[in-house]
């Protein structure tokens, strides 16, 4: 089945700095690839997404780039500010399913 | 409103008792998903239903059972036979497809005493 690595599993940068997610997958059939941020005690919202057939997307302050011949992909955050700070999931879609990295932990410090 | 909810927020169960968290979508989806969060892990999947009458197993599914009756409703439950069963839950749906965007509920959170 799929294997998906996170890292780093914690990350605190100073408002206004950029963050950055890197995640690896180990499934080439794997398609699609969602980032999802999760607050605490709520459930993860899909803040951005690539398909396979796609290099990189962006939406305002985020980006996700994708690497299929690495099988690896990351999630860029620029300009943080303090409701940034969450948890942050990477996934890989294969065979019906979405498989998640650990998580995450991003601060941003004031 | 459309999305998925699950009840209840916060659900405390006695060693040893079976339990059945719900739910509920109204996205008109095909496919439903649970999936079990331990802190400081990713989201792990116990079943998933790509249709109504038919589900499948995923990662961790030995102590849960599931039930898919209804379109809008799958329903998790939490046997004695699961060894560690605090946790959070989360249930998800999407729409069928090759790119399959999931969309999630708020959670449930359980505790066994």
């Known amino acids: 089945g799929e294997n998906v690595e996170q890292h780093p599993s914690t990350l605190s940068v100073q408002e206004g700095d950029s963050a950055v997610i890197k995640c690896t997958y180990s499934?080439?059939?794997?398609?699609?690839f969602p980032w999802y941020k999760q607050e605490l005690g709520k459930g993860p919202q899909l803040i951005i997404d690539?398909?396979?057939?796609?290099g990189e997307k962006k939406d305002q302050r985020i980006a996700v780039t994708l690497n299929k011949t690495a099988k690896h992909f990351s999630l860029h955050i620029t300009e943080t500010q303090p409701e940034d700070s969450a948890v942050y999931f990477c996934?890989?879609?294969?065979?019906?399913?979405?498989?998640f990295g650990a998580g995450t932990t991003v601060t941003v410090r004031a | 409103d459309g999305g998925i909810t699950q009840s209840p927020k916060y659900l405390f169960r006695k060693e040893g008792q079976n339990v059945t968290l719900s739910c509920e979508q109204n996205?008109?989806?095909?496919?439903m998903y649970w999936y079990r969060q331990d802190p400081g892990q990713g989201l792990r999947l116990i079943y998933y239903s790509q249709i109504v009458n038919d589900f499948q197993k995923g990662d961790i599914a030995e102590g849960y059972s599931v039930s898919r009756e209804k379109k809008e409703s799958f329903p998790l439950t939490v046997t004695s036979a699961q060894k560690n069963p605090t946790a959070f839950y989360l249930c998800?749906?999407?729409?069928?497809?090759?790119?399959?965007?999931?969309?999630f509920g708020p959670g449930t959170r359980l505790t066994v005493l």
């Open positions: 996205l008109n989806h095909d496919a």
């Open positions: 499934d080439s059939a794997s398609n699609y």
């Open positions: 690539i398909r396979s057939n796609v």
């Open positions: 998800a749906s999407s729409s069928q497809g090759r790119y399959n965007e999931q969309f």
């Open positions: 996934a890989a879609f294969s065979d019906y399913k979405l498989s």
